[in-house]
């Protein structure tokens, strides 16, 4: 699986590049706030693996039209259990921000992409280690997204994502996610503070 | 279609060239600017991502600065001097500052908010500026003429390296943990009237010294709780009115920087409490007349305090230095003259009894500016000084000349003499028996006598402007040195602590030779895009040994490439790309030998910066995010220094202004 992570961020890279085009009748910036919530499944496994167990987790996101394409700044939740004692259990929180761009297929079906960076926070838990509990990293990653509106400002979305922790032995985890998201036009105060 | 193919490209290729030369960028202003000089304006500042003065560094084209620890540097600006002398000269808007502490300058020290600056000025070239003989190039940093009414200003800066263990520090694959940058907070609060303005700032920051390199060394002498750490603190203010009999300023700041400073003649890293104190007052009497006054006086106290340490190792060192200036300026249409006297009092305190606290550089200075016509211009300047019996002068011509519109001629010369004293370099102290290396065991030879240094530098650059948007300048220096004293050093590896045994030696006599030259070109594509490519050359012959080892460590060639892309107003895109190629230093060369740990000849290393920043809240918020050194290629710039692999850094920036 870790042999396709280059084409897979060349493939989210040509697919940015090919519907960069077609943002021309994107909206305005800032428009509208897309607030979306996920549940995550890791789907393959890695290196960190052999210590962990790593399943199931949470994302939450929001996302608005930027000058080109969209941003979006969001936090996902990840669980490590222990597969191999006598590591410890450790939860981690990922704070990212990302930009990406999306083509609507008719009026109800928009396929998105983009790329992420953020701030990958592990907190471990062990009561016993005299050091910092905490320890944060940088996290690169892109995701690619299929979403549906089945009525009104409600979408049903399924992603799938692929996150790199530059620890020295790197994190590289694959992610399928599914979720609903809500979009609601920007407050007056919100869109002036962003633009 | 293949004709079709072929027309297209033609076109494309034909209205690119268009638009480089010919497109509808607005025109760069046409003030012909010395091509030594680079200017680094508070935009530029922000959009690289610079959250601390010794930052700056890494946008100086022409200068090459190395680091153990990547927070200290040595600098030498364009073949102007050797790494182990730190020649250059800082002001802050006019005034010196004097940074140095026994021969080290931490440019972070300067009690100064960066958010205050508003441009800095670097200069690669001899020059005389405000009384103020920089023969080693100088940075000039000129602070944000405050906005009438109410001003405050807030930022913090933050970032990471990669490489941590992360979770497999619980495992058999465990790796040395690296530490964040930063933080570092800064905040500033001006007020300010017709005329007149009060402002004060404060600024914090935090340094990890734990790269695996260092880590075990540092630890030979530091002696704290958790992981090694520099802090630096520092508040400083300043105000001034402006009435019939001119404009005066005065200022004070304070710094406290709690350093783990690698003294080489120690071959450790020292853990020390750094505490500068600078103040003064600075004016103009009758400005805009033909005629005016000003004077400048400042005091400046370094104090070398210890820091917690296992053997309480103590500098005992403090220094206090008094400086004035006074001149006399004449400005016509074609015709300037300035007069001045200048001079510099130090006194030195310390635990070790001195032979002579004092040291007095008096100097006199006069210059002459001509400009017989907008096409050309040619500023004469001698200076004169007289330390310890010893007769020191300067002599430096700038002559300017454009033959034509778009090209533009310049030659710089200098010749220069300067008692060894007038440097106030730590040898000078040591044989006035400061005795604090020999006491730590540090095995230094002085040499019998200080020979005063002379050198000649040339500067010729040509600049071809064929369109507002485009400047190509090709330039070229030569620097010629005579009777130097120069530090050879011979450091041997101590297994047990991974520290440095280290014999230094002081040489005079030294003498030596340095060419360079290179090219810079300026591009603006689209009145979005600001597009800068540089090289320089450097190069050294290897006539005199001590000469050679203490230029070896520069490198031969260095290019940047660096892209400044506003595509909308609030938005703003950086790249910069860097080639540094390999260095020698062949004082480590028996080290690399005994260790893996540390290398004697540094491998060419490229550096790619991104960074991408949004402005928000209308003019009030500043987001900055950046990745720097992209490419993630491990690289370090001193043999005994940390490496540096790709990090990122959040920088997030508030102004708030009422009133004006």
Do not use: C
Not at chain 2, 391 to 399: C, E, H, R
Not at chain 2, 466 to 486: E, H, K
Not at chain 2, 505 to 529: E, I, K, M, N, Q
Not at chain 2, 606 to 625: N, S, T, Y
């Amino acid at each position: 699986m870790e042999d396709v992570r280059f084409p897979a961020l060349a493939a989210t890279a040509i697919f940015l590049l090919g519907v960069l085009p077609a943002q021309g009748q994107a909206p305005e910036p800032f428009d509208f706030v897309e607030v979306r919530v996920s549940g995550t499944q890791n789907v393959h496994r890695s290196f960190v693996h052999e210590f962990w167990e790593h399943g199931s987790g949470g994302e939450l996101a929001a996302a608005t039209p930027f000058y080109l394409g969209q941003a979006e700044a969001g936090i996902a939740l990840h669980r490590y259990r222990a597969a191999a004692p006598p590591v410890p259990d450790f939860d981690a929180t990922l704070l990212f921000a990302g930009w990406g761009v999306g083509v609507e297929a008719g009026s109800r079906l928009r396929l998105d992409g983009g790329l992420r960076v953020g701030n990958y926070r592990m907190r471990f838990e062990e009561a016993a280690f005299t050091g910092s509990r905490n320890e944060s990293e940088l996290a690169l990653g892109a995701v690619a997204r299929l979403s549906v509106r089945p009525a009104g400002p409600l979408r049903v979305h399924v992603s799938g994502s692929y996150t790199k922790v530059h620890t020295f032995n790197r994190l590289k985890l694959w992610y399928l996610s599914a979720g609903l998201a809500y979009r609601f036009s920007s407050p007056g105060w919100l869109k002036s503070f962003l633009r | 279609m293949t004709r079709l193919l072929q027309t297209s490209g033609r076109g494309l290729a034909a209205a690119l060239v268009l638009v480089i030369f010919f497109g509808t960028a607005p025109a760069w202003a046409q003030t012909p600017r010395d091509p030594s000089t680079q200017v680094l304006t508070a935009g530029e500042i922000a959009q690289a991502g610079i959250a601390r003065f010794s930052d700056l560094f890494r946008l100086l084209d022409r200068w090459y600065a190395v680091s153990l620890d990547g927070y200290t540097y040595d600098a030498s600006a364009f073949g102007l001097g050797a790494l182990q002398e730190n020649s250059w000269a800082l002001l802050v808007d006019g005034q010196p500052v004097d940074l140095g502490a026994l021969g080290q300058q931490t440019l972070n020290a300067l009690p100064l908010a960066l958010s205050a600056v508003d441009s800095v000025e670097v200069v690669s070239r001899p020059v005389l500026i405000h009384g103020v003989l920089a023969q080693g190039g100088l940075i000039h940093v000129h602070t944000h003429s405050p906005a009438e009414g109410a001003t405050v200003r807030a930022s913090i800066s933050a970032g990471n390296e990669v490489g941590d263990p992360g979770p497999f520090r619980y495992t058999p694959f465990a790796s040395p943990n690296i530490d964040r940058t930063g933080p570092v907070y800064e905040g500033a609060a001006t007020v300010a009237g017709p005329g007149r303005h009060l402002r004060i700032h404060a600024r914090a920051d935090e340094h990890h010294a734990s790269d695996e390199r260092i880590r075990e060394r540092v630890f030979v002498l530091y002696a704290g709780e958790k992981e090694p750490r520099l802090f630096v603190g520092a508040v400083a203010a300043d105000g001034a009115v402006q009435g019939r009999l001119g404009r005066h300023t005065a200022y004070a700041g304070f710094s406290r920087f709690q350093d783990l400073a690698f003294v080489l003649p120690l071959g450790r890293e020292v853990p020390r409490d750094q505490r500068l104190t600078h103040a003064g007052l600075r004016g103009e009497f009758f400005p805009g007349a033909a005629t005016g006054l000003r004077y400048r006086v400042s005091y400046t106290g370094s104090d070398l305090a210890p820091r917690t340490s296992r053997t309480g190792i103590d500098f005992a060192w403090r220094q206090h230095r008094l400086r004035g200036s006074y001149e006399v300026h004449t400005a016509g249409a074609a015709l300037g003259v300035v007069l001045g006297v200048s001079g510099d009092l130090y006194r030195s305190r310390s635990a070790y009894t001195l032979t002579d606290t004092g040291l007095f550089v008096p100097r006199a200075y006069g210059q002459v500016r001509m400009r017989p016509s907008p096409r050309t211009g040619a500023d004469l300047t001698v200076h004169l000084t007289r330390t310890e019996g010893v007769l020191g002068y300067g002599a430096l011509a700038d002559v300017r000349l454009a033959p034509a519109p778009q090209h533009t001629l310049r030659l710089a010369g200098t010749v220069a003499r300067a008692p060894y004293e007038a440097w106030n370099r730590p040898w000078l102290w040591v044989r006035r028996g400061y005795g604090f290396f020999g006491e730590e065991g540090a095995r230094v030879n002085l040499p019998s006598s200080f020979d005063a240094e002379s050198r000649l530098t040339l500067d010729a650059s040509w600049t071809l402007r064929p369109s507002p948007r485009a400047a190509l300048t090709v330039f070229g220096a030569f620097r010629r040195f005579t009777s130097q004293t120069l530090a050879a050093v011979t450091p041997r590896f101590d297994p047990a602590t991974t520290a440095f045994d280290v014999r230094t030696a002081l040489r005079p006599f030294v003498a030596g030779r340095v060419t360079a030259g290179g090219a810079a070109l300026r591009l603006r594509l689209l009145p979005s895009l600001d597009q800068r490519l540089h090289y320089t050359y450097l190069r050294y012959p290897a006539d005199d040994v001590v000469f050679f080892e203490a230029w070896s460590n520069q490198p031969w060639h260095r290019f940047s490439y660096t892209a400044r892309f506003v595509p909308v107003d609030r938005l703003s895109l950086y790249a910069r790309l860097g080639y540094t190629s390999a260095s020698d230093w062949p004082a480590f060369d028996v080290t690399a030998q005994e260790t893996s740990l540390y290398e004697a000849d540094l491998p060419a290393y490229w550096l790619l910066d991104l960074a991408v920043q949004k402005r928000f809240w209308a003019e009030r918020g500043r987001l900055h995010f950046g990745l720097r050194n992209l490419l993630n290629e491990p690289h370090r710039t001193h043999p005994a220094g940390a490496v540096t692999d790709l990090l990122f850094d959040v920088r997030v920036q508030l102004r708030f202004h009422t009133g004006g």
